[in-house]
């Protein structure tokens, strides 16, 4: 038997955390935070899930430097992020995608275009090496 995916995600809005556990219920292993440091406490200290989502504006740390924190680390690096936030305009994609982002979905969730993004990623995750796979 198969483990399954974990995902986390990371947004001040307690609302969306739920949409998302009614998205992965069943399906994957799911931890929601509303703070930042919570999150990155955890993945300090739990290790590397498969997929990280990401709000932009958040207290106490916002996604683009949650965002900086992840590619720096070296464990954590590889690993898929998706951004899921309300900002859509063309500077905060560029942003989101130039920091390091794999993907940007917006709210209110699209459940089908954003769990097509979910899958993806996680898909995607097992397919990408490095040197030190060979």
């Known amino acids: 038997m198969m483990d399954k995916k974990c995902i986390i995600a990371v947004d001040d809005s307690g609302i969306i955390l739920?949409?998302?556990e009614k998205l992965f219920v069943g399906k994957y292993e799911y931890h929601?935070?509303?703070k930042g440091m919570r999150a990155l406490r955890y993945l300090k200290e739990e290790g590397t899930p498969?997929?990280?989502?990401?709000?932009i504006d958040m207290p106490e740390i916002d996604g683009y430097e949650m965002l900086e924190m992840i590619r720096g680390k070296d464990d954590l690096k590889r690993i898929p992020v998706l951004?899921?936030?309300s900002n859509n305009d063309r500077q905060h994609v560029m942003k989101a995608v130039g920091g390091g982002a794999d993907d940007y979905a917006v709210k209110p969730i699209d459940e089908k275009v954003f769990m097509d993004k979910v899958h993806k990623l996680l898909k995607e995750e097992k397919k990408k090496l490095s040197w030190d796979d060979v």
């Open 18 to 20: 739920k949409t998302l």
């Open 83 to 85: 951004f899921l936030t």
């Open 50 to 55: 498969d997929l990280i989502i990401l709000d």
């Open 32 to 34: 929601a935070f509303s």
